[in-house]
Antibody, heavy 118, light 112 residues
Framework: QVQVVESGGGVVQPGRSLRLSCAAS????????MHWIRQAPGKGLEWVAI????????YYADSVKGRFTISRDNSKNTLYLQMNSLRAEDTAVYYC???????????WGQGTLVTVSS | DIVMTQTPLSSPVTLGQPASISCRSS???????????LSWLQQRPGQPPRLLIY???NRFSGVPDRFSGSGAGTDFTLKISRVEAEDVGVYYC?????????FGQGTKLEIK
C-alpha cells in the first residue's frame, strides 16, 4: 500500500537550518510529483512546495520562497525539504504528500513537527 | 492567489442526520484543460488529513458513499448523508487548479 513517512523534525533556533525527509513506498516514486504541506499548531493547512516527478519543476509558497528548497532522490525513493533561515512562524507539523499527477495531493504522511524557538 | 472560503466554520450535527459544508473560491476553478480541481479532505482529531473527494465529486479509494461532493465554477458543497461518530473532525476544501494550491479555513464537524 502507498506509504509516505516523514522524519527530521525537531526543535531549532531561529535563523538555523533543518532538513526534512520523506521515505516513500508502495508506488512508483519516480513517476509522481510530491508535495510538502504544513499545519501550524491549532491552525489550518498551508501548502508549502511541490516538485515534479523528475525533480525539474519546483514551485513554492511565497512565505518560504528563497529559504526552503524541495528536492528528491528517485534512486532512494525519498523526498526532502531543506529549510534555511527558520523563523518562529515556520513552527508547524510538516506533511509529505504524494501527488496524483491529476487532481492534487492524494496520500498524506503522519507528519513531522518542527518547532522554531530560542 | 485563489482564496477559499468555507461555511460554516463549525457544524454541530445529530448522529444519523445529514451535514453540509460549503466552499467558495475567489475565482473560477475551471482549469484550462476543462477540469475543476477541487478536493475535500477530512482530518480526524490527532490524525493527518485524508483525501475524501477529488475533482468536485469523485470519491477517493475507501471513502464511504455517504460522502458526496457537488458544485461548479466557484461554489462547491460536501454532503454527508447520515453523520456517524467517526465523521467528527475538521473538513477542508482545497483547490489544485492554480499554483499555489490553497485550502479553506476548515469546518469543524461535531456531534450535538
Amino acid at each position: 500500500q502507498v506509504q509516505v513517512v516523514e522524519s527530521g523534525g525537531g526543535v531549532v533556533q531561529p535563523g538555523r537550518s533543518l532538513r526534512l525527509s520523506c521515505a516513500a513506498s508502495g508506488f512508483s516514486f519516480s513517476s509522481y510529483g510530491m508535495h510538502w504541506i504544513r499545519q501550524a499548531p491549532g491552525k489550518g493547512l498551508e501548502w508549502v512546495a511541490i516538485i515534479s516527478y523528475d525533480g525539474i519543476n519546483k514551485y513554492y509558497a511565497d512565505s518560504v520562497k528563497g529559504r526552503f528548497t524541495i528536492s528528491r532522490d528517485n534512486s532512494k525513493n525519498t523526498l526532502y525539504l531543506q529549510m534555511n533561515s527558520l523563523r518562529a512562524e515556520d513552527t508547524a507539523v510538516y506533511y509529505c504528500a504524494k501527488d496524483s499527477n491529476n487532481w492534487g495531493a492524494d496520500y498524506w504522511g503522519q507528519g513531522t513537527l518542527v518547532t522554531v524557538s530560542s | 492567489d485563489i482564496v477559499m472560503t468555507q461555511t460554516p466554520l463549525s457544524s454541530p450535527v445529530t448522529l444519523g442526520q445529514p451535514a453540509s459544508i460549503s466552499c467558495r473560491s475567489s475565482q473560477s476553478l475551471v482549469h484550462n484543460d476543462g477540469n475543476t480541481y477541487l478536493s475535500w479532505l477530512q482530518q480526524r482529531p490527532g490524525q493527518p488529513p485524508r483525501l475524501l473527494i477529488y475533482k468536485i465529486s469523485n470519491r477517493f479509494s475507501g471513502v464511504p458513499d455517504r460522502f458526496s461532493g457537488s458544485g461548479a465554477g466557484t461554489d462547491f458543497t460536501l454532503k454527508i448523508s447520515r453523520v456517524e461518530a467517526e465523521d467528527v473532525g475538521v473538513y477542508y476544501c482545497m483547490q489544485a487548479t492554480q499554483f499555489l494550491y490553497t485550502f479553506g479555513q476548515g469546518t469543524k464537524l461535531e456531534i450535538k
